[in-house]
């Protein structure tokens, strides 16, 4: 009786050692997890916010087109430079590529 409940009581501990150790991992896991996400959020958002850019500036070309023929000229150049550097930015995200892809 006293050789089992010693065997139980060295079953429990080695059990919640190992919780323990569980614990600690989980926990170590989460947080690295959490800052994988964290910079993955960060570089969609630094990716994000020059097309947003570029959106911007082509929604404020389209604003005044019925200028006069030389002007409107000069703002569709810059619009389709505009539209050529979104497509430039999108171009990596789009083929599947993330921030790590493009790291080297």
Do not use: N, Y
């Amino acid at each position: 009786l006293a050789t089992h409940r010693e065997r139980l009581e060295a079953l429990s501990h080695v059990l919640s050692g190992a919780e323990t150790r569980l614990a600690s991992e989980d926990a170590a896991i989460r947080e690295r997890l959490e800052e994988r996400i964290r910079e993955e959020v960060s570089w969609m958002l630094a990716l994000v916010k020059p097309v947003q850019q570029s959106i911007d500036k082509l929604a404020w070309g389209f604003h005044d087109l019925g200028c006069s023929h030389v002007r409107c000229s000069r703002e569709f150049e810059v619009l389709e430079q505009v539209i050529k550097d979104v497509e430039v930015r999108v171009l990596p995200w789009r083929s599947g590529l993330d921030r790590d892809s493009l790291r080297f």
